[in-house]
């Protein structure tokens, strides 16, 4: 079979020139649309450095090695005089915190000078020096201390009184509270539980539906974590924050007026050491103020702006009792305990107020029936024995009293029984169980200790201690007793 022959793929000139035309006027196409694209960048030609037949070649080189190092040695010496400027500005703010430290000790010292004498000339004090010189110590604390209670309660619009979720009675004194009243109508109060996970959920419930008859009352804890700024007020852990969003929620209804935000102070008073100044660090979600868990910390009133709204003033922990140093006050961690006389009588009220088992199952000691039997049992079991093999008891009782104000013995007090509770406060839709879900009941922990009471503080609101010679600015906060003497103030105050 004879095959067909195939068609010849030659072509004329004409038509393969034709196509090498076509392919040339493409290219060029494309190099002229490469032109506008900026994302294709010529490469940078790398130096070539100086050609070798360049002359004097070695100088250059040894030039150019001699600035670089000139460069890096005027980088290092920048750096250390920035250095050396920073240690000066430290050393600068050093010595002005020495400064300030020294003329404010000059002038306590001063201060403390002044009350001395003025006892000495009155002959106040038949005990001698030692007695004079305690004396005027407390003088010139009450003074101070009072002082700014008083330029607190003077400036604030709201006045929050912070309780201890464990005593809140033993803490709280109406005659301050009406006092401010009568006084002042036109003054919010705002009691406020602090510390509410050491008690029962349960607890806490009875102790807000108790003080609400009277004021509005806020359940908060205050936050323990330890970094110094973004404090946490919800958390997974136990050391969050709880009830801040409820008080600064009451706050800001107080800063309206006819739909019309004002500013507001909010004054924040009450014993020692029941959590004001972290109660503001809570607040502001960062560590402001110092906190600590002796008594006397805050020296002064200090103000912080919570908001362009809200400005809180920390005031120093005062001491309102009848003018003895009282077993009461002393478990309210409102002294401290490295400073106490007599450490047995405290422990003695703590007997008192409890059921002796539940002391028993907490140190492992046998049955007793006296205050000196318990501690004499701690004295040994604690290695506290004096000289000659007696037991220390000041010994033992500081240690019950450092676990009682360390919050070692959890305890918790009931609200006595109210027939004509009503609750104003919850009229404003409070909700706390968000609050009270996070606490402990009284099922999940058998370690509670429930207690008695304790005896709420009665004053007679009588203290002008301060200078009588300032044209009636530290007059008293009840006009009827501006003679008083200062012995016979009824307002103590932490001197520490």
């Known amino acids: ?43 940078l030609k790398k130096d070539p450095g100086i050609p070798n037949l360049w002359p004097f070649k070695q100088e250059i080189l040894e030039k150019i090695a001699e600035n670089r190092e000139k460069q890096k040695e005027e980088a290092e010496n920048k750096k250390v005089k920035k250095g050396e400027e920073k240690d000066r500005q430290l050393r600068q703010a050093e010595k002005q915190n020495e400064m300030a430290r020294l003329m404010f000790e000059a002038s306590r010292r001063g201060t403390e000078f002044e009350a001395k004498e003025e006892l000495i000339e009155a002959n106040k004090s038949p005990d001698g020096f030692k007695d004079l010189h305690s004396q005027s110590l407390s003088s010139a604390s009450k003074k101070a201390y009072y002082r700014e209670f008083k330029k607190v309660v003077e400036q604030s619009d709201v006045i929050i009184e912070v309780l201890d979720a464990r005593d809140p009675i033993g803490c709280r004194c109406i005659d301050i509270e009406k006092n401010i009243m009568s006084n002042n109508p036109d003054k919010k109060i705002v009691l406020l539980l602090n510390k509410i996970d050491l008690v029962p959920r349960e607890v806490v419930s009875k102790w807000l539906a108790y003080l609400r008859h009277d004021y509005p009352t806020v359940a908060f804890k205050s936050n323990t974590q330890h970094q110094k700024g973004n404090l946490a007020r919800h958390t997974s852990g136990d050391d969050g924050c709880l009830g801040a969003d409820t008080l600064i929620q009451l706050l800001k209804n107080y800063c309206r007026n006819d739909d019309v935000k004002v500013n507001i102070s909010v ?18 979600r960062t560590k402001v103020v ?17 908001d362009k709204n809200i400005k809180l003033l920390d005031c120093p922990g005062i001491i309102f009792s009848s003018g003895q140093m009282d077993a009461d006050i002393i478990l309210r961690n409102a002294v401290r305990i490295e400073q106490l006389d007599d450490a047995v009588t405290p422990v003695g009220a703590i007997l008192k107020r409890c059921k002796p088992e539940r002391l028993m199952e907490r140190y492992g000691v046998h049955e007793f029936k006296t205050t000196e039997e318990f501690l004499t049992q701690i004295a040994k079991l604690r290695g506290k024995i004096k000289k000659g093999g007696s037991p220390n008891l000041e010994a033992a009782g500081r240690i019950v009293l450092q676990d009682w104000n360390d919050g070692r013995i959890p305890f918790y007090t ?7 509770a009503i609750d104003e406060f919850n009229r404003m839709n409070t909700d706390d169980d968000a609050v009270l879900n996070k606490l402990n009941s009284l099922a999940d922990s058998k370690d509670y200790v429930p207690m008695l009471s304790g005896q709420a503080p009665t004053v007679e609101i009588t ?29 103590e105050v932490d001197s520490d």
């Open 1 to 43: 079979m004879v095959s067909k022959p195939t068609k010849s793929k030659r072509k004329t000139l004409n038509q393969k020139y034709k196509v090498f035309r076509k392919v040339r006027d493409h290219k060029k196409k494309l190099r002229k649309a490469g032109k506008g694209n900026t994302l294709h960048k010529p490469r």
């Open 267 to 284: 004054g924040i008073i009450g014993y020692p050491n029941v959590g004001k100044s972290s109660l503001i660090n809570s607040l502001k």
């Open 290 to 306: 110092q906190v600590g868990n002796k008594p006397g910390l805050t020296k002064n009133a200090q103000e912080i702006h919570l």
């Open 414 to 420: 009931l609200p006595p029984k109210r027939e004509d």
């Open 463 to 491: 203290v002008d201690s301060d200078d009588e010679g300032d044209e009636g600015d530290d007059q008293d906060m009840d006009d009827d007793d501006d003679e008083d003497e200062e012995e016979d103030s009824d307002v």
